[in-house]
């Protein structure tokens, strides 16, 4: 197989550039330069382009020929075609003729440059966190009217679904928040035991994860596990869906996503994190328990003797009350960043990302608030 | 006579219990335009992913320009891939490109040529497949569904490749649109050699550009020429030609 070639020569007065072999995208990258050495150099000469060597033509050929006439013919040469084989000649044509549609006609006008950039952007994020904050307030807003909806016809609540993401939520996640919460009621009976050594009052280790955990620990870990976990499930799911029109195909079929995707979400999540966030408690002392034991010489009957004067059961509400706060904000997060996806599989990443960000967020700024709160009322 | 371009001996697919292909034949010579009909679900898409190497047959025996698809190195594999181009049925552009970008990843990919030219090159096959210039740069998601097959099949024809596989590519376009393809197909085949295997169930485009017919019927392939199959008498091809759509496709084809 011959590669394409670009010769060229003066006869009389003529000047021929004859093209031979194959034009092709192969090719391509060597004809470019080519093109460019093999100018006639007399102003206005009348140019003769043989194509009668040419064994092939592709469509990349075939768009540096209509370049290299384009060329010519702007610095002024009577360019004539001459010897092209009907087939690729009919090609050349169909080329030449996409190609003067193809030029963009009018380029994208030129972004216009704020005087001050840095406030410019300032300004544009700010303005943007206030609109997520009223979408997502209005989101809330819908998501509680179709679940008000729901309680007056109860039976239409699928238990299907719900029972599916009890399990994907729920169970599922066990394992994880075992194993995290057991590891961190270790570090924290370590630490504590070593500042309160110094004081002979190792005992008090006892207290400090019991109101740590059981108040704080336990049920923020849990949240930002499932968070991290369910939180990007559900934006990852239900924004595939988006991409695929399924939640339009939805629509179309009368069914409403909110009742069908977010409620189901949110309700399974609305049972599953208190418990979870329970037995995480539970392992997190336990946990706790072990260490002070390998540790401190604690034994068992100490420990629970001592975690019974510390802590009370309001201990344990205090903690667990948050537990259906965190639970409606991850889901509602993770369902509103799906919803929000559109197109393409870059805005699925995009968006679950953004969602196990914005949950943990406020996860965490809300137990500051919850922590603000009972401090204030006393418990 | 050459080897064949796409040469399939004794291939069987199966899903499960389910039985798709049965034994399989097919040659395609260089330069032939091939249509494949069959009817809904009888493994028409599947015969062409197991072609081109994205799925492997249950039994049998593939070979494209040559090679065997089934047991290639990576580098033979790649470059293997730059001599075919594939439309899938619907479209399978990367979502997060634009058309334009679309069409690029082969070219850049596969070829070392200047940015400008690619980019032009990109432009051209925009316009060639009756795209307006502006649909270049939208996504995909920002497309009509005709237009989404034919930003497919403008990427599918970025390399200028040997071999061109379609699934479909006439279905939900209009018929100006079609026969605009039809003919598009046909000056390219002219020009490049190029060897055409379609899935299609346009009628008209299967009397104006293909040579040969495969159809798919019980699970194995019966081939031929469109007067060939005329006269057979398996009951699905004679609905199939001489159903009312068969019989308006041929009286255009005749005037
Ligand atoms: N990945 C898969 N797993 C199981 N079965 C499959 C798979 N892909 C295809 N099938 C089955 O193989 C059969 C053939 O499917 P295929 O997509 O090839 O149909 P087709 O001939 O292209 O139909 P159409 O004209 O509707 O596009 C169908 O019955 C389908 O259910
Ligand atoms: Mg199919």
């Known amino acids: 197989?011959?590669?394409?070639?670009?010769?060229?020569?003066?006869?009389?007065?003529?000047?021929?550039?004859?093209?031979?072999?194959?034009?092709?995208?192969?090719?391509?990258?060597?004809?470019?330069?080519?093109l460019r050495d093999?100018?006639?150099?007399?102003?206005?000469?009348?140019?003769?382009?043989?194509?009668?060597?040419?064994?092939?033509?592709?469509?990349?050929?075939?768009?540096?020929?209509?370049?290299?006439?384009?060329?010519?013919?702007?610095?002024?040469?009577?360019?004539?075609v001459v010897g092209a084989r009907s087939d690729l000649c009919a090609l050349l044509k169909d080329v030449q003729r996409a190609a003067a549609g193809a030029e963009p006609k009018n380029p994208a006008p030129a972004e216009r440059r704020p005087a001050f950039p840095l406030a410019d952007r300032v300004g544009r994020a700010t303005i943007g966190i206030w609109q997520d904050i009223l979408s997502m307030l209005n989101f809330l807003g819908l998501v509680t009217v179709t679940a008000a909806r729901l309680l007056r016809t109860p039976n239409r609540i699928r238990l299907k679904p719900l029972f599916?993401?009890?399990?994907?939520?729920?169970?599922?996640?066990?394992?994880?928040?075992?194993?995290?919460?057991?590891?961190?009621?270790?570090v924290l009976a370590y630490q504590g035991a070593d500042q309160l050594r110094r004081f002979g009052a190792e005992i008090y280790v006892v207290n400090l994860l019991g109101i740590g955990v059981l108040r704080e620990i336990g049920i923020l870990m849990t949240s930002i596990i499932v968070a991290g976990r369910s939180g990007s499930a559900f934006t990852a799911q239900i924004g595939t869906m988006k991409v695929n029109q399924e939640v339009d195909a939805m629509r179309t079929l009368g069914l409403d996503p909110v009742e069908m995707l977010v409620l189901p979400r949110m309700l399974a999540l609305l049972i599953a994190l208190p418990l979870i966030g329970f037995f995480a408690n539970m392992v997190a002392l336990a946990g706790g328990a072990v260490m002070a034991y390998v540790y401190l010489d604690i034994n068992f009957g100490q420990f629970a003797r001592q975690l019974?004067?510390?802590?009370?059961?309001?201990?344990?509400?205090?903690?667990?009350?948050?537990?259906?706060?965190?639970?409606?904000?991850?889901?509602?997060?993770?369902?509103?960043?799906?919803?929000?996806?559109?197109?393409?599989?870059?805005?699925?990443?995009?968006?679950?990302?953004?969602?196990?960000?914005?949950?943990i967020f406020l996860v965490i700024v809300l137990d500051a608030i919850f922590s603000i709160l009972f401090s204030y009322i006393g418990i | 006579m050459a080897a064949p371009v796409i040469r399939v001996r004794?291939?069987?697919?199966?899903?499960?219990?389910?039985?798709?292909?049965?034994?399989?034949?097919l040659d395609v010579s260089k330069g032939e335009v091939i249509g494949l009909v069959g009817g809904s679900?009888?493994?028409?898409?599947?015969?062409?992913?197991?072609?081109?190497?994205?799925?492997?047959?249950?039994?049998g025996k593939i070979e494209v320009l040559g090679k065997d698809t089934e047991n290639l190195s990576e580098s033979e594999r790649l470059s293997l891939q730059a001599r075919w181009g594939m439309l899938f049925q619907?479209?399978?552009?990367?979502?997060?490109?634009?058309?334009?970008?679309?069409?690029?990843?082969?070219?850049?990919?596969?070829?070392?040529?200047?940015?400008?030219?690619?980019?032009?090159?990109?432009?051209?096959?925009?316009?060639?497949?009756?795209?307006?210039?502006?649909?270049?740069?939208?996504?995909?998601?920002?497309?009509?569904?005709?237009?989404?097959k034919r930003a497919g099949l403008a990427r599918a024809l970025a390399m200028d490749p040997e071999i061109l596989f379609l699934d479909e590519p006439t279905?939900?376009?209009?018929?100006?649109?079609?026969?605009?393809?039809?003919?598009?197909?046909?000056?390219?085949?002219?020009?490049?050699?190029?060897?055409?295997?379609?899935?299609?169930?346009?009628?008209?485009?299967?009397?104006?550009?293909?040579?040969?017919?495969?159809?798919?019927?019980?699970?194995k392939l019966v081939i031929g020429t469109i007067d060939e199959l005329l006269r057979q008498e398996h009951p699905w091809i004679r609905d199939y030609f001489h159903g009312p759509r068969g019989r308006a496709a041929s009286a255009a084809k005749g005037s």
């Open chain 2, 171 to 219: 279905a939900g376009l209009d018929p100006i649109g079609a026969a605009a393809f039809d003919e598009l197909i046909g000056s390219l085949q002219k020009s490049l050699g190029l060897t055409v295997f379609m899935v299609t169930h346009d009628l008209d485009s299967l009397y104006a550009i293909c040579d040969r017919i495969a159809v798919l019927v019980d699970k």
């Open chain 2, 41 to 59: 679900g009888t493994g028409k898409s599947v015969l062409l992913r197991e072609i081109v190497g994205l799925m492997v047959p249950s039994a």
């Open chain 1, 38 to 80: 093999r100018m006639p150099g007399r102003k206005g000469a009348p140019v003769c382009l043989d194509l009668s060597g040419l064994t092939a033509l592709d469509t990349a050929g075939a768009l540096l020929l209509d370049r290299l006439i384009k060329r010519l013919r702007g610095q002024g040469h009577v360019v004539a």
């Open chain 1, 164 to 186: 599916f993401h009890l399990e994907q939520v729920g169970l599922n996640a066990l394992p994880i928040v075992g194993l995290l919460s057991f590891l961190i009621g270790i």
């Open chain 1, 1 to 34: 197989m011959q590669t394409g070639t670009l010769s060229a020569n003066w006869e009389e007065n003529q000047f021929v550039l004859a093209a031979s072999g194959r034009w092709d995208i192969a090719s391509a990258e060597r004809l470019g330069p080519m």
């Open chain 2, 90 to 148: 619907d479209g399978a552009l990367f979502s997060s490109l634009t058309v334009l970008e679309n069409i690029k990843v082969p070219l850049k990919e596969h070829t070392k040529l200047p940015p400008d030219l690619i980019d032009e090159i990109a432009r051209v096959k925009v316009a060639m497949v009756g795209l307006p210039p502006d649909a270049g740069d939208k996504y995909p998601s920002q497309l009509s569904g005709g237009m989404r």
């Open chain 2, 10 to 25: 004794g291939l069987k697919t199966r899903f499960g219990q389910q039985v798709v292909h049965d034994g399989v034949d």
């Open chain 1, 308 to 359: 019974q004067i510390a802590v009370s059961t309001t201990t344990l509400f205090v903690g667990l009350i948050k537990a259906p706060v965190f639970a409606v904000v991850i889901a509602l997060v993770g369902c509103y960043e799906g919803l929000r996806v559109s197109g393409s599989a870059e805005s699925v990443g995009l968006l679950t990302t953004r969602s196990v960000v914005v949950s």
